[in-house]
């Protein structure tokens, strides 16, 4: 039975969904959330989609047995690359999903004055065409310029986000956007907020950014006030934390992000449910 005392789900590959929790934290504050951030598969950007397909039904099935009353996939490349296969597993349990590629088109769509909008995103999501098919379903002539950032979400989750080389990397990847003029920029994938000041210096400021967090926030407070399943009153709600891969980097890299406190980390092994050849828990593919 779903009912408004239960938390919302997350996940990620990472800490990039971290920008998606932080903006449902300030939106949505008496609700509790469960964020996976899936570290012993990071990158999806570049996995093989079919396994990734695997792993994120594995993911979507492992929150759901929790008890939980929406699932946000806080990643733009498992969005791309899975939304139906979570969108299938959720409704086997009754449970409504809020993805992110779509929020962040509409409001592109909607803002872009030239009509000339750049998608920064990994590999697999600009192959995956998912930002092209959400802009094209808007019903406006857009010029869509795909960018894939294949090494940008790696530094980030490194930690080493602010360097020289990270700086150098995103002006090679702004270059083909900046030559084509686009006036909105979708960042596509929710690590890349945590660079947005460089993304901006590089672009400058006439280039809007369009992240996934604020548009994700107001799409699961519609869903869940629509479901009667939004928590009223003024407490404020919990949060908490897994991960696959090691539980100190993840605390680390986390806590430098979220800039709040993480509580309790813990540390999910799939590998020991007996589904070796989906997942290991070395993260080999
Ligand atoms: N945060 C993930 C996304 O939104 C990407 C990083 C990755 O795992 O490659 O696409």
Same mark, same amino acid.
């Given at each position: 039975?779903?009912?408004?005392?239960?938390?919302?789900?997350?996940?990620?590959?990472?800490?990039?969904?971290?920008?998606?929790?932080?903006?449902?934290?300030?939106?949505?504050?008496?609700?509790?959330?469960?964020?996976?951030?899936?570290?012993?598969?990071?990158?999806?950007?570049?996995?093989?989609?079919?396994?990734?397909?695997?792993?994120?039904?594995?993911?979507?099935?492992?929150?759901?047995?929790?008890?939980?009353?929406?699932?946000?996939?806080?990643?733009?490349?498992?969005?791309?690359?899975?939304?139906?296969?979570?969108?299938?597993?959720?409704?086997?349990?009754?449970?409504?999903?809020?993805?992110?590629?779509?929020?962040?088109?509409?409001?592109?769509?909607?803002?872009?004055?030239?009509?000339?909008?750049?998608?920064?995103?990994?590999?697999?999501?600009?192959?995956?065409?998912?930002?092209?098919?959400?802009?094209?379903?808007?019903?406006?002539?857009?010029?869509?310029?795909?960018?894939?950032?294949?090494?940008?979400?790696?530094?980030?989750?490194?930690?080493?986000?602010?360097?020289?080389?990270?700086?150098?990397?995103?002006?090679?990847?702004?270059?083909?956007?900046?030559?084509?003029?686009?006036?909105?920029?979708?960042?596509?994938?929710?690590?890349?907020?945590? @660079? $947005?000041?460089?993304? %901006? /210096?590089? !672009?400058? &400021?006439?280039?809007?950014?369009?992240? *996934?967090?604020?548009? @994700? $926030?107001?799409?699961? %407070? /519609?869903? !869940?006030? &629509?479901?009667?399943?939004?928590?009223? *009153?003024?407490?404020?709600? $919990?949060?908490?934390?897994?991960?696959?891969?090691?539980?100190?980097?993840?605390?680390?890299?986390?806590?430098?992000?979220?800039?709040?406190?993480?509580?309790?980390?813990?540390?999910?092994?799939?590998?020991?449910?007996?589904?070796?050849?989906?997942?290991?828990?070395?993260?080999?593919?």
């Amino acid at each position: 039975m779903i009912d408004a005392s239960l938390p919302v789900a997350m996940f990620d590959s990472g800490v990039g969904g971290l920008t998606v929790l932080h903006e449902c934290l300030v939106a949505l504050p008496q609700e509790d959330y469960v964020y996976l951030g899936d570290t012993a598969w990071f990158p999806y950007g570049t996995r093989d989609p079919e396994r990734l397909r695997d792993r994120i039904a594995l993911i979507t099935e492992d929150l759901l047995e929790r008890g939980v009353k929406l699932v946000v996939i806080a990643c733009n490349t498992a969005t791309a690359i899975g939304e139906d296969v979570v969108r299938e597993v959720a409704a086997g349990y009754g449970v409504q999903v809020v993805p992110v590629v779509q929020p962040q088109a509409e409001i592109a769509a909607a803002i872009t004055e030239n009509r000339r909008i750049g998608v920064l995103a990994t590999t697999n999501t600009v192959e995956s065409g998912a930002y092209r098919r959400a802009l094209e379903a808007q019903g406006r002539a857009l010029e869509v310029i795909e960018v894939a950032a294949p090494r940008l979400a790696p530094f980030i989750q490194d930690g080493s986000l602010f360097d020289e080389e990270t700086m150098e990397m995103a002006r090679g990847y702004c270059a083909p956007l900046r030559e084509a003029g686009i006036d909105t920029l979708i960042l596509g994938c929710t690590h890349y907020p945590l @660079v $947005a000041p460089m993304l %901006q /210096r590089i !672009l400058g &400021r006439n280039v809007r950014l369009v992240s *996934g967090g604020h548009a @994700v $926030a107001a799409a699961v %407070q /519609r869903t !869940l006030t &629509r479901a009667g399943l939004a928590r009223t *009153g003024d407490e404020e709600g $919990a949060y908490e934390f897994f991960c696959t891969g090691p539980i100190a980097d993840f605390r680390e890299v986390a806590t430098r992000f979220l800039q709040m406190p993480l509580g309790e980390v813990r540390q999910i092994e799939f590998a020991d449910r007996g589904r070796p050849s989906v997942c290991r828990a070395d993260g080999a593919v």
